[in-house]
C-alpha cells in the first residue's frame, strides 16, 4: 500500500467554503479511481509547533504503485490539484508531497 501524503499552506485569505470544495473534489475520486481507497483531510493539530507553516494536509491511500500512478496522471486529479495550489501561499512552493510504502499494511 502507498500512503500520499500533502502538507500545505492555503493563504489566509482562502474561505473556508473554498477549502471544502478542494478536499471535496479531491475526496471525490475515492471510488472512482482503482485502487484510491480513501482520503482524509484536516488542518495540523501536532502540539509540538514543528509543521512550519504547513497548516493543513491530507492523506491518500492507494492499493499499490501502478494506483498511486494512475491518480498522478487523471485529468480530475490534476483539476483539483490545480484549484489546490491556486490556494496556497506561494503556489506549488506551499506544498510538501511525501509517498510512504505501507510494509504489511
Do not use: K, T, W
Amino acid at each position: 500500500m502507498i500512503r500520499n501524503c500533502v502538507f500545505f499552506r492555503f493563504r489566509p485569505e482562502v474561505p473556508q467554503d473554498e477549502r471544502d470544495a478542494i478536499y471535496a473534489g479531491l475526496n471525490a475520486l475515492v471510488g472512482r479511481l482503482p485502487g484510491l481507497l480513501s482520503a482524509q483531510f484536516g488542518p495540523n493539530a501536532s502540539p509540538e509547533g514543528l509543521g512550519q507553516g504547513f497548516n493543513h494536509g491530507f492523506i491518500m491511500d492507494f492499493a499499490d504503485d501502478a494506483a498511486r500512478d494512475h491518480y498522478l496522471v487523471d485529468p480530475d486529479h490534476a483539476q483539483a490539484g490545480a484549484r489546490l495550489v491556486a490556494s496556497l501561499q506561494g503556489g506549488r512552493d506551499g506544498l510538501i508531497v511525501f509517498d510512504l510504502e505501507m510494509n504489511g499494511a
